[in-house]
């Protein structure tokens, strides 16, 4: 049986989507069986951002209308044999489906992963209605900045969800140690839920995006995302730290150049 959790966000632009992909790719490669499920309808980007839009035959409408099973519309990453993407549809505005028929549909697929990571529409409105009913479990995304974090706070108190996570993304550490941004420990006492990871700001997010390419191995964020991947899988472990580069005398100097950035 899949671990159905569902991934979203009060404020849109916080790197959702990119955590689902990421997440994902990273809990594929560790021999998870992962399936990616897009459930924003109308603007949904994860078929880009895994880079396989050119190979959706079916997609989630089309499995809710049966017009094809739901493995039908499964589409396999060119690389990772144990990652799924599942596919939204573009321009489809009026949904007539509910979250009991959508977690009808993602039930049936329960068996065949060990992991199903839902990527859900910002805001409270019937897209993610649907999303949050269709998962047991929930993480919610946001950054340290003042709007995100209250959004998020109004989606936490929105889920029914025993088990929500928290994931803090665009972390600037240099910025932390000036007190020109709010600390990991200040945001988790301002939400409710179980931090599972803090995502470094970084370009490389950037760079990957547009070139459909992987995180390497070494990077900062990919790093965030393997101690991530591994609390989620064992039920503990660390969570990167973003302003460890920055301390000592060389993390002065570091701090000093990015400050000029």
Same mark, same amino acid.
């Given at each position: ?8 966000? $009060? ?30 309808? $109308?603007?949904? @980007?994860?078929? /880009?951002?895994? $880079?396989?839009? @050119? &190979? ?7 499995? !809710? ?8 519309? !499964? ?51 019937? $897209? ?17 900045? /003042? ?6 706070? &109004? ?28 600390? /990991? ?5 301002? !939400? ?11 370009? @490389? /997010? ?11 191995? @070494? ?29 000592? !005398? ?12």
């Amino acid at each position: 049986m899949a671990r159905r959790i569902c991934v979203t966000s $009060g404020k849109g632009g916080v790197g959702k989507t990119t955590i689902v992909s990421s997440l994902g790719v990273t809990l594929a490669k560790m021999g998870y069986k992962t399936l990616l499920v897009d459930m924003d309808f $109308g603007l949904n @980007n994860l078929d /880009v951002i895994m $880079g396989i839009e @050119n &190979k959706i035959v079916y997609d989630i409408i089309d499995v !809710l209308e049966g017009k094809c099973l739901p493995k039908q519309a !499964l589409v396999q990453d060119f690389l990772i044999s144990d990652l799924y993407v599942f596919p939204s549809t573009h321009g489809f505005s009026k949904v007539r489906f509910g979250a009991k028929e959508l977690s009808f549909i993602i039930s049936q697929l329960d068996s065949f992963f060990d992991y199903i990571l839902i990527d859900c529409p910002a805001g409270i409105d019937g $897209g993610f209605r649907r999303a949050v009913d269709s998962a047991c479990e929930h993480i919610v995304v946001t950054t340290p900045h /003042v709007s995100a974090i209250r959004d998020a706070d &109004k989606i936490i108190n929105t889920l029914k969800s025993k088990q929500i996570y928290i994931i803090i993304n665009r972390v600037r550490g240099d910025l932390i140690l000036d007190y020109k941004m709010l600390s /990991v420990k200040s945001i988790c006492d301002l !939400l409710s839920g179980e931090l599972l990871g803090v995502v470094p700001d970084d370009d @490389n /997010v950037t760079l990957q995006t547009l070139t459909l390419d992987r995180f390497d191995k @070494n990077c900062p964020i990919q790093v965030s995302l393997d101690m991530m991947a591994k609390k989620l899988t064992t039920g503990s472990g660390d969570v990167f730290d973003c302003t460890k580069k920055y301390q000592g !005398l060389l993390g002065t100097i570091r701090k000093k150049l990015r400050s000029k950035v």
